[in-house]
Each structure stands twice: as structure tokens, then as C-alpha cells.
């Protein structure tokens, strides 16, 4: 492990660049008289898809620590930061027009965008118990506020204030879960941690102590990503949501949180992997049970999409309790479709919001799409049907990926139940794909359907998502490269 009494802050220089970038646009935003949103956009836009380029020119075989072995830098942080990067970058882009719409237009949301996406760097590269946490509660803080921005809105201030409620409730849960494992081990180091643990697997009474705290933290970390039972917040954040922070909530929080669960589990928490191991498959069985049978209920489009990221994150995890290279390679391949997938189908959504005036709501405000704008109904019908895994569309190669490790690994009883909650969920994909291009056109989106031109950058982005999309799909061999690096440099760390 390199350290040093002066800490290396070129190892950390994507998050100073990031806080330094989002103080600037703040302090401009109180010094300017003029309104200087528009111009704080393009320049997170640009810090956003400048930073992953220059992370890829950086050497990646290294693994190096700095502020004391509390901050790492290695293949998976570099991988896993651009595709947090990436996707926070694309969910601007597809979201700009519709900002004014949201009365989201205010140099405060790319200023808590990008301290939200600092937090997530950190809680990617977090190397300590506590640095952990304080990622873990800069992204959550940002994400609290992004979600009440529409202070007009009760539908928004609600879905706030339960966001608030819970997310403390995590936060009082992880820091109780920390508090034991430091208080019965001595230390929050993830590499001291490891050690302790890999000498002492065995249960007893010293050991009870870390036991529970260890359940505490796993169970914060799984309400950060939407994981039944601890999804309670989700259905309702993502109905009372904007529809471009939604966008923002499905995609690179998740990225990030699944991120850190893979870490600690592996480095600190590694050596009890007889103890997780039950735990996760629990979660990631009723996940995937939940989100697949709850959503067929649904009428609300975001509530819908809310109980589908739910089955997702399930599915990842079945990567995750793996806990090899080839499940970790796997779990990071199904973020990064799913990530684009469903920046795609967010995108598709905003694209017919900025047509009709109006947010869409339910299922029926889909209705008869197809028939008035046939592109963007076919973009979205290309997002769902791959998300639902459906072959040889490109989402079905995460999932065999996802299963071939569960299988290789005997673990049958995951493999068995990603392929039957995979086949529930296609009914209520199939809902969304009946909207589009089978139901005749609401009384409603006729009144509003309108000719608004819309930002040429969506319409770059969207069909730019659908040709990386396939082109992914018919050569994945760089993606499995990227992954399978980050994933060998986790696992032997």
C-alpha cells in the first residue's frame, strides 16, 4: 500500500476538479446579476464528459492509496466513476429543455448535481468506515434536495419529506452498524478490517458484535439502492419526482451504491462471506419477487419504473453475492445497460413531455404515441423490450451473463429465479408496449399534442444511445475487457 505523509491529491483530482467546479458555478450564481443557469449547464455538461476521457489516459493497472490508505485509486474506481460520470452527464443532456417546464431552471440544480456525483466518487474510492459515510450522506443530502426542488408542488414536497425521513433512518442505521464493527474490531480501515476478519471467521461471542453491525450496513447500503424489503421509498419519491431528477435517481445512484456494497463485502467483509451470503441471496430473491409482481399492479408510469429498478437491482446482486470475478464482471456489464437503457427510455418520456406540454403520469398519457410520433415510440419500445431481456436485443446480455455466473457457482436457486421473475416482468413491459403503439390516443394528449421543436441534442443523445446500444451488443468484447479489469482488480486487491 503507497502512503505518504503528505497525501497524493493527483489520485483524487476528478472529485477536487468536481468541488471546486460546483463552488465556482455557486459563487457565480450569488455574485452575477444575470441568470447564469444556462451557462452552469454547459459547464457541468463539459466537467461531466471531460472527466471520464481524461480517467481512461491515466494508467490503470495501478492501485494506489493516499490521504492515508483512506482513499483509493484503482481499475474499478476509474471504471465505475466514468460510468457515474457518463450517465450524469447524458440524464443533462436529455433533460435540458424540459428543466424550465419542471421549474428546475436555477443554478442550484447543476450545482447539487455535481456535489451529488462528488458524493458518489467518494463512495466509490472510499477505502474507511467513515469515508464511506460521509460519500454516502454528500450524494443522499443533494439527492433530498434535488427531489423537493419543485417547492410549488406537494406531490414533490412529499415524496421529499418521506425521502428525508427514511434516508435518515438509514443514516442513524449505518452509523449504529459502523459504531459496532469499530467498536468490537478497533479499527474502520477497510484493509484492517479484512485481516481481523479473515482471521476470525468463526462465530462467537466477540464476533456477535461485528455480526449485527456488518447486517446494519449492508442493510443502509441496500436502502440506498432500492433493495426489498428497504425499497419503501421508492415508488413514492419516483411518482412525486421531476421527471429529469427520476431520470438522475435511477441511474447513477444505484451505480454508485452497488459500487461500495461490492467493495466491502469483498475487502473489509470478505472473509465473512458465509454470513452475507444468505443475507444478499434473501435480498436479491425478494427484489427480484417484488419489483416483477408489484409493478404488474401499477398505472402510474414512474411508480411502474420504480418497481422495475427494484427487480434490476435484484438482479445485479445475484452477481454481487457470487462475489467472484465473473459475477462482479457481470454485475458491472447489467449496470452499464441498464444505465443506458434507462437514460434512453427517461429521455423518450421527456421527448413526449416536451410535445405535449405536460409530465406524463400514467400509462394512458402513452397512449396512441405510436401512431403520432413513430420514432420516438420505436426508440422506447427498442428501451423496454431490453430491459425486459428480450433477445437478440442488447438487455438480454447482462442477463445470460448474470445467470451463467449463478450457475458456474452452483447457485442454482438464483439462476432459477432471475429466469421466472425475468418472464413476470415482461407482462408489465408489455403494458407499456401496448400504451405505445396499441391504445388508441387519450382525450387528454390529443388536447395538448402539440409542435414544439425540440432540443436537437435529446434527439442526438436518444438514437445515439440506441446505436451504442447495439453496437455493445455485437461487439462487447471492449465492454467485457473494462469490466473484467475492474472486476479482477476488486477481487484481488
Not at 454516502?136 to 408542488?153: D, W
Not at 451504491?257 to 472473509?271: E, K, S, V
Not at 434512453?344 to 394512458?364: D, H, M, V
Amino acid at each position: 500500500m503507497i502512503t505518504s505523509t503528505i497525501p497524493d491529491f493527483i489520485l483524487a483530482w476528478p472529485e477536487i476538479l468536481v468541488a471546486v467546479v460546483a463552488c465556482g458555478l455557486l459563487m457565480a450564481g450569488l455574485i452575477s446579476n444575470k441568470n447564469v443557469f444556462r451557462w452552469s449547464l454547459y459547464c457541468t455538461n463539459a466537467i461531466l464528459l471531460a472527466i471520464p476521457f481524461l480517467l481512461w489516459l491515466q494508467p490503470k493497472a495501478v492501485q494506489q492509496f493516499t490521504f492515508n490508505g483512506f482513499f483509493v485509486s484503482d481499475p474499478f474506481t476509474i471504471s465505475v466513476k466514468s460510468l457515474i460520470l457518463l450517465s450524469g452527464a447524458l440524464v443533462l443532456i436529455v433533460s435540458r429543455q424540459s428543466l424550465a417546464r419542471e421549474n428546475l431552471n436555477v443554478v442550484e440544480y447543476p450545482v447539487l448535481f455535481l456535489w451529488a456525483i462528488l458524493g458518489m466518487m467518494i463512495m466509490v474510492s472510499a477505502h474507511d468506515l467513515l469515508v464511506m459515510f460521509v460519500g454516502v450522506e454528500l450524494q443522499s443530502l443533494c439527492l433530498y434536495i434535488l427531489v423537493a426542488m419543485r417547492r410549488h408542488n406537494s406531490h414533490s414536497s412529499e415524496a421529499a419529506l418521506k425521502y428525508f425521513i427514511l434516508g435518515a433512518l438509514s443514516t442513524g442505521v449505518m452509523l449504529y452498524g459502523c459504531s459496532l464493527v469499530y467498536g468490537f474490531t478497533g479499527t474502520t480501515h477497510f484493509e484492517a478490517l479484512g485481516r481481523f476478519f479473515m482471521n476470525s471467521p468463526h462465530l462467537d461471542e466477540k464476533m456477535f458484535g461485528p455480526f449485527c453491525g456488518i447486517i446494519f450496513i449492508i442493510a443502509a447500503l441496500a436502502f440506498k439502492v432500492s433493495v426489498a424489503p428497504f425499497h419503501m421509498w421508492t415508488p413514492d419519491v419516483y411518482q412525486g419526482s421531476p421527471t429529469p431528477v427520476v431520470a438522475f435517481l435511477a441511474t447513477a445512484p444505484k451505480v454508485a451504491g452497488i459500487a461500495l456494497l461490492m467493495r466491502i463485502l469483498i475487502i473489509p467483509f470478505g472473509g465473512l462471506s458465509s454470513l452475507w451470503y444468505w443475507m444478499l441471496l434473501g435480498l436479491a430473491i425478494l427484489s427480484m419477487a417484488w419489483g416483477a409482481i408489484a409493478a404488474l399492479a401499477q398505472q402510474n408510469i414512474k411508480r411502474l419504473i420504480a418497481y422495475s429498478s427494484i427487480g434490476h437491482m435484484g438482479f445485479v446482486l445475484i452477481g454481487v453475492t457470487v462475489a467472484s470475478e465473473s459475477g462482479l464482471m457481470a454485475s458491472l456489464t447489467y449496470l452499464v445497460f441498464y444505465s443506458l437503457m434507462t437514460i434512453g427510455f427517461f429521455g423518450g418520456l421527456l421527448y413526449i413531455e416536451q410535445k405535449n406540454k405536460q409530465e406524463i403520469q400514467t400509462l394512458s398519457d402513452l397512449n396512441g404515441i405510436g401512431r403520432h410520433y413513430p420514432g420516438i415510440a420505436f426508440l422506447m419500445g427498442f428501451m423496454v423490450f431490453s430491459m425486459a431481456g428480450i433477445p437478440p436485443l442488447p438487455g438480454f446480455i447482462p442477463k445470460i451473463l448474470i445467470l451463467r455466473s449463478a450457475i458456474n457457482h452452483n447457485a442454482y436457486l438464483l439462476a432459477v429465479s432471475g429466469v421466472i421473475y425475468s418472464v413476470i416482468a415482461c407482462a408489465y413491459y408489455l403494458l407499456i408496449i401496448k400504451a405505445l403503439f396499441i391504445d388508441k390516443l387519450s382525450r387528454t394528449a390529443t388536447v395538448s399534442l402539440g409542435h414544439k421543436k425540440i432540443y436537437f441534442p435529446l434527439t442526438l443523445v436518444l438514437f445515439g444511445l440506441i446505436f451504442l446500444l447495439v453496437y455493445l451488443f455485437v461487439h462487447p468484447d471492449v465492454l467485457f475487457q473494462w469490466t473484467r479489469e475492474a472486476a479482477t482488480s476488486l477481487v484481488y486487491e
